[in-house]
């Protein structure tokens, strides 16, 4: 399909430019957020999971990033219906994906991920393996339930996150985002809460970062110089919507910088709102914060193209809720470079489409309902 964009309309004219991250183009600033759909049993996407994505990218979306996909390493998911970026089926399926998606006119990353100790251990794919984390603990808990890794543990999964990014460059992915945010592994070792270790992987924010920085470091090595590494990080955590990695712009800096050295080429900040300003005294929010901290491209995303009632359902009555005016201002100002849209885009495939060609009246409301099918 070809996206038809409205000359008179705003939106058209601010998203439908093209952006950059390192040796990619994208050809909008319109993202898919990466959502879990567990529509992959043996953790390997079928014909289905090919075109649930490439009909989005035929419809417009400049990237994709994919739901969390699971990193070779036995303690990594819980789940067999998680598509997994490691092994043969599971990566020809994969390079499918990436293939029909290009053929859409989109670019594509897979999500790598693990989850740590938000894993129960005994569910499949490997039933047998442990929960591991910083300092085995759960998120909210005091006493550790699961493994403390050694570092063995962490060189083992530093490897896998390596080798996953290495297969998504053979098999034609685009670049790869490593999953840093919402409390799984990587979060983990960034948050003071789940990381109490006294060696060189916990202590001050800058020691937190250890890990993830030579996470991205090892994935650097093994891709291509032009290779996209994006990193995902959020404040909050599953099960702790207040939890903070940083309090301060100072904080946030700390733990930005090393990651950025290491090799991130862009960073995708999560939060729920993107209108929620992160820190006292500015407008600014966490990607426009994050965009100001690194000169890094940096993706936004959070309620956008909810309707005002169901996030009011979700955050309260009279809470303040932003259109999308609000969101290409900061655009248009270079607060941020992309914006990724979840729900409203697994709700309404042709999201993007409708948005660039000013069709807004068009557009699907989110219901919740949709989560059950993939289409
Ligand atoms: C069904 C569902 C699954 C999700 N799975 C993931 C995931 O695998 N990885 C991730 O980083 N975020 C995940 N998220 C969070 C989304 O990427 C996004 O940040 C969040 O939905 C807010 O964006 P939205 O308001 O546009 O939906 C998921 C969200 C939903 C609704």
Same mark, same amino acid.
């Given at each position: 399909m070809t996206?038809?964009?409205?000359?008179?309309?705003?939106?058209? !004219?601010?998203?439908?430019?093209?952006? &950059?991250?390192?040796?990619?183009? &994208?050809?909008?600033?319109?993202?898919?957020?990466?959502?879990?759909?567990?529509?992959?049993? #043996?953790?390997i996407p079928g014909e289905d999971v090919v075109s649930y994505y490439s009909r989005r990218a035929a419809a417009g979306v400049g990237l994709i990033v994919t739901e969390g996909t699971y990193v070779g390493h036995d303690s990594a998911g819980e789940s067999d219906r998680v598509p997994r970026f490691h092994g043969e089926e599971q990566l020809a399926g994969w390079a499918k994906v990436a293939e029909a998606v290009?053929?859409?006119? #989109?670019t594509i990353v897979p999500q790598l991920w693990h989850i740590g100790m938000v894993r129960q251990p005994g569910k499949p794919p490997y039933a047998e393996? /442990?929960? &591991?984390? /910083?300092?085995?603990?759960?998120?909210?808990?005091? +006493?550790?339930? =699961?493994?403390?890794?050694?570092?063995?543990?962490?060189?083992?999964?530093?490897?896998?996150?390596? !080798?996953a990014a290495a297969d998504a460059e053979r098999?034609?992915?685009?670049?790869? +985002?490593?999953h840093g945010a919402h409390g799984y592994l990587v979060d983990q070792f960034l948050w003071a809460g789940t990381n109490r270790r006294t060696d060189a992987y916990g202590g001050d924010p800058v020691a937190r970062t250890k890990f993830a920085a030579e996470i991205v470091a090892a994935v650097r090595e093994k891709v291509? $110089?032009?290779?996209?590494?994006?990193?995902?990080?959020? !404040?909050?955590?599953q099960d702790a919507y207040d939890a903070r990695l940083a309090e301060t712009p100072e904080e946030l800096e700390a733990i930005l910088t090393p990651l950025a050295a290491a090799g991130v080429d862009a960073f995708h900040a999560s939060t729920r709102r993107y209108w929620i300003p992160e820190f006292d005294g500015s407008d600014l929010n966490l990607a426009g914060w994050t965009k100001k901290l690194t000169g890094k491209s940096v993706i936004t995303v959070g309620s956008v193209g909810l309707n005002g009632d169901f996030i009011k359902a979700l955050a309260g009555e009279g809470s303040e809720?932003?259109?999308?005016?609000?969101?290409?201002?900061?655009? +248009?100002?270079?607060?941020?470079?992309?914006? $990724?849209? =979840?729900?409203?885009?697994? !709700?309404?495939?042709?999201?993007?489409?409708?948005?660039?060609?000013?069709?807004?009246? +068009?557009?699907?409301?989110?219901?919740?309902? $949709?989560?059950?099918?993939?289409?």
């Open positions: 996206v038809t964009t409205s000359p008179t309309s705003r939106a058209a !004219q601010i998203l439908s430019r093209p952006t &950059v991250i390192n040796g990619l183009t &994208v050809p909008n600033r319109i993202a898919m957020a990466p959502m879990t759909r567990m529509f992959s049993p #043996g953790g290009h053929a859409g006119g #989109g393996a /442990p929960a &591991v984390g /910083p300092s085995g603990l759960r998120i909210g808990a005091e +006493e550790a339930t =699961g493994k403390a890794m050694n570092q063995s543990d962490l060189d083992d999964v530093i490897d896998a996150f390596a !080798q098999i034609g992915f685009d670049g790869v +985002e490593i291509s $110089a032009s290779f996209p590494v994006i990193f995902r990080y959020s !404040q909050w955590k809720v932003k259109g999308i005016d609000d969101l290409l201002d900061r655009l +248009e100002r270079d607060e941020f470079d992309m914006v $990724a849209v =979840g729900r409203a885009l697994l !709700q309404d495939p042709e999201w993007a489409a409708k948005v660039l060609a000013d069709r807004l009246d +068009e557009l699907k409301p989110y219901d919740a309902a $949709a989560l059950k099918s993939l289409s």
